[in-house]
């Protein structure tokens, strides 16, 4: 079945890194982009970034533009967001999804998600 695994969250001070890491299977990762979400307490689920099934491009949200960076390796079925420069209002749940947009019929899947703490 399909699975999205995140990992690599946790406490970081303001300043810090993390890198995030979203492990695949169960579909043919190659044909879908990837995005990072993220989610804060009482606050709606935002899109962070986002790559293309190739991997040639890549767009972010402003607030993360210049800190965050998105890869993915298609021989290894992940996708990653190394995280610089964190501030305590990239505190929230990391969410790693998968889009397919077909013709007739779309495609998502969402991991369960993994907390980032930003927080001296």
């Known amino acids: 079945q399909v699975q999205l695994v995140e990992s690599g969250g946790g406490l970081v001070q303001p300043g810090g890194s993390l890198r995030l890491s979203c492990a695949a299977s169960?579909?043919?990762?190659?044909?879908?982009?990837m995005s990072w979400y993220r989610q804060a307490p009482g606050k709606e689920r935002e899109l962070v970034a986002a790559?293309?099934?190739?991997?040639?491009?890549?767009n972010y949200a402003d607030s993360v533009k210049g800190r965050f960076t998105i890869s993915r390796d298609n021989a290894k079925n992940t996708v990653d967001l190394q995280m610089n420069s964190l501030k305590p209002e990239d505190t929230a749940v990391y969410y790693c999804?998968?889009?397919?947009?077909?013709?007739?019929?779309?495609?998502?899947?969402w991991g369960q998600g993994t907390q980032v703490t930003v927080s001296s």
């Open positions: 999804n998968a889009d397919r947009r077909g013709l007739l019929k779309s495609y998502t899947y």
């Open positions: 790559i293309t099934s190739a991997g040639g491009s890549a």
């Open positions: 169960g579909f043919t990762f190659t044909s879908y982009a």
